[in-house]
């Protein structure tokens, strides 16, 4: 579990250096449209990208450090063990949770703001679980028309009708 | 000078004083308060989740309703931490200690309520101190320049991200909001920067997608990622509320409470997490019956909720006068105002009078409306807190979503939120303090067009942030600041998270 922790650590410091370094990359042709301003459009990015380097670089160097000191850790394995598949399946719900949002808003042109929100919110509690597939429909149902209410007809925002746009029309 | 700022004061009187904005401001204290009451939820959160819904308010009630917000989420926070022993919001975290004892012992109204007397105290001298503060720091900040105001702002920057846990995780996450403020058109050449050949990001990022995904939804994908089993909640208030006598006894607490949560507020990056700790910690200093605290002792509650909310005044101390947040809350009410084409800071007391005193008149009115709606809801809140997550989630998904599209009629705008909300839930899974970010989004233009209207009058010269005593003493309070904060994470054994 330590382990994959300083792991996760690293990765997500590697993932900065590499998204500065593509940010300081992509700013430097900016030099070239620079009008009356000494400094130009490429700078300041710039600087904030060394920033991010620096600093990921600065942590990087902490979890070296603390990989040296915490050789003598001990882990109870069988709470690890469990800690870690809780840890892996609540990710899994919100992996997934992320996986149906994409979908939604993918099809949510498609097929209309009221059929695909509902679908949102049935897969959203099912994932999660808790509640009877019964009561599920119930509040899917009734929280998306409830919302459809109050953007559609009292603030007056335009949401997608989709294929099915001809019943409220 | 008196004349005019009474004359002000009574524009501020007249405008919340109308049917909308005592309404904007009930509702504001009445979904703030729910939101504090669900575990998971805060002021933030709040705040981020309704954004969409000022989109056609007039700006003034809109922030209005953010004021009401602000002081409702604080005290809907107290409501968990005495029912079920956990906290609503981080800024309820020190009244557990007491409150929960005293639910265990059936003096749940007597918690309840103190909570409720012990908010408003707070926010109301915080309000009165908001007053005192933020014109005179005004009127000061009209001769700022470019330099100051540059320097000003990197001080707020590195503040925040010395108060996290970690140093390098808070300067990386006040750069990614600095480095995601500079996607889109360049104000200067007119060039769009980091574009990516996409013809929706010409603009940039819009601010509201930007605060749903890092403060909603990375929020509840948090929740579902580190689930807390809740328990059932006994949400009978059976027991009577507070006297004037208990009221009494408490009032040197919530003194302390509320001094402290003013000064903590002030702070950029402190926060009401830090403030209500304090706050109990001196309160038991300074109590007679110190060994109660933990115990159920009723002063236990008086203190956190007291600092807690006296904070909300503190805090817009800075971003009033000087147009820099000092909080995930405050910048969002930033962000209000500047969707409504108002830019906070000195100038706004000239141009636009009725905004910054409006607000210090809500304040006031926030928290006489929160005494009202507490006594009146206390037993329909406590029922708030038992909400199935899974159904609250799910709902408030659905809203984030429907909220983001209807800002633009934009589906990028949705796929934003969510990218932002990995970004955030990363950030949070990883103890990266996700207001520094928000902060940095906020006062990315500020810092840059300030730092290149510096260099550009200077004429390249650097020498220009060190020459001007202002900007001097304040990049010097940001460099000991980050400074400082190395010393004491990695040299002097790390902090305690905060």
Known sequence: ?169 | MFVDLLQNIMLGTNIVFTIEGILAITIGVIVGTIGGAIPGINASMTMAILLPFTWGMDPIIAILMYVGIYCGGQYGGSIPSILIGTPGTPSSAATVLDGYPLHLKGKTGLALGMSLYASVTGGLISSVVLMILAIPLAGVALAFGPPEYFALAVVGLTLIASLSADIFKGLIAASIGLLLATVGLDPFSGIVRFGFGTEQLIQGFELIPFYMGIFALSQVLYSVYKKIERVAVDYSVSSRYPSFADYKGCFLAMLIGSIIGVFVGVMPGAGASIACWIGYNEARRWSKHPKDFGNGALEGVAAPEAANNAVTGGAMVPMLSLGIPGSGSTAIMLGVLIIHGLRPGPMLFVTNPDVPYSIFVSLFVANIVMIFIGLAFIRLLAKVVNIPESIMNACILAIIFVGAFSVNNSIFDVFAVLLFGVLGLILKVHDYPVSATALGFVLGYLVETNFRRSLTVAKGNWMIFFQNPISLVLICIAIISVIYSIYSNYFKGRKESV
């Open chain 1, 1 to 169: 579990m330590a382990t994959k922790k300083l792991l996760g650590r690293v990765v997500l410091n590697l993932a900065w250096i590499i998204i500065a370094t593509v940010f300081y990359w992509v700013a430097i042709p900016y030099a070239s449209v620079r009008t009356f301003d000494p400094v130009g459009p490429h700078v300041f990015p710039q600087i904030v990208s060394v920033i991010i380097i620096v600093c990921a670089v600065g942590n990087l160097f902490i979890v070296f450090l603390s990989t040296k000191k915490d050789k003598s850790l001990v882990i109870d394995i069988k709470e690890a063990q469990q800690t870690e598949s809780t840890d892996f399946r609540n990710l899994m719900k919100v992996v997934l949770i992320i996986i149906v949002s994409g979908i939604y808003i993918v099809i949510l042109n498609w097929i209309g703001y009221l059929f695909s929100t509902i679908l949102l919110i049935f897969f959203l509690v099912l994932i999660q679980g808790g509640t009877k597939l019964n009561k599920n429909l119930m509040i899917s149902c009734g929280f998306s028309l409830f919302l459809y209410i109050v953007f559609s007809r009292i603030l007056n925002i335009l949401l997608p009708e989709g294929l099915l746009g001809f019943i409220f029309t």
